[in-house]
C-alpha cells in the first residue's frame, strides 16, 4: 500500500523559510515522477513543483526562485525548500506521485493528506 504523508508545515512570518518533507512507502520511489501541490483559501489547487525520474524540474511562475523541490532516494522521501514566503503562500501543501513509473503522465494517484503552511505579514 503507497502511503506519502507530509511534515514540515507550520506558520512563518513573511519573508521566512520552510521546509516539507514528503516521507514515501510502498513506492518505487527513485522511479517515480512526483509534485508538490497547494491549495490556498478559495483558491482552486495549483502544482507548485515537480521533478521527473530523470531529475528534470518544473516550477509555477509564483514559485520560481523561492522555491525548490528535491528528493532523497535513499530515504524515500522529497523535499520542497521554501523561500522568500508571502502571505499568498498560504494553503494546504500536498505531495503526490504518479502511478506509473518512469515517466511524468500529468496525472497523480497517490496523495498524502496536506500539510497547512500559514506566512503572515
Known amino acids: 500500500q503507497v502511503q506519502l504523508m507530509e511534515s514540515g508545515g507550520g506558520s512563518v512570518q513573511a519573508g521566512g523559510s520552510l521546509r516539507l518533507s514528503c516521507a514515501a512507502s510502498?513506492?518505487?520511489?527513485?522511479?517515480?515522477?512526483m509534485g508538490w501541490f497547494r491549495q490556498g483559501p478559495g483558491k482552486e489547487r495549483e502544482r507548485v513543483a515537480r521533478i521527473h525520474p530523470s531529475g528534470l524540474i518544473t516550477y509555477a511562475d509564483s514559485v520560481k526562485g523561492r522555491f525548490t523541490i528535491s528528493k532523497d532516494n535513499a530515504k524515500n522521501t522529497l523535499y520542497l525548500q521554501m523561500n522568500s514566503l508571502k502571505p499568498e503562500d498560504t494553503a494546504e501543501y500536498y505531495c503526490a506521485a504518479d502511478r506509473q513509473l518512469g515517466f511524468c503522465r500529468g496525472q497523480f494517484e497517490y496523495w498524502g493528506q496536506g500539510i497547512l503552511v500559514t506566512v503572515s505579514s
Open positions: 510502498g513506492y518505487t520511489f527513485g522511479s517515480a515522477c
